[in-house]
């Protein structure tokens, strides 16, 4: 069973930074690029950051690249994200998730719970 738990949001002011974290399970997650997506209320789903197998190339969102930054551990099947200079149009709940080798997200029906991410003053 394909699994996804984030963990790291909360409750930060305007400038600060969290670390998002992913634990996957169920799947080879080594074989596997990884996706990070958030969702505001009333929102669509919004692709964040992608990190390839093998952690080189990364991609970004244009609303989030030079303050966030993606990684992965394949000996921990984790994918995090550092997320700095946060912004109030950050808060969203955060997900992560795998992608196919073509490009296409890869297990659309086992999202996690996700991660809530408040940036407020």
């Known amino acids: 069973q394909v699994r996804f738990v984030e963990s790291g949001g909360g409750l930060v002011q305007p400038g600060g930074s969290l670390r998002l974290s992913c634990a996957a399970s169920?799947?080879?997650?080594?074989?596997?690029?990884m996706r990070w997506y958030r969702q505001a209320p009333g929102k669509e789903r919004e692709l964040v950051a992608a990190i390839s197998r093998g952690s080189t190339p990364t991609n970004y969102g244009d609303s989030v690249k030079g303050r966030f930054t993606i990684s992965r551990d394949n000996a921990k099947n984790t994918v995090y994200l550092q997320m700095n200079s946060l912004k109030p149009e950050d808060t969203a709940v955060y997900y992560c998730n795998a992608e196919d080798a073509g490009g296409r997200l890869a297990f659309n029906a086992y999202w996690g719970q996700g991660t809530q991410v408040t940036v407020a003053s």
């Open positions: 169920g799947f080879i997650f080594r074989l596997y690029a």
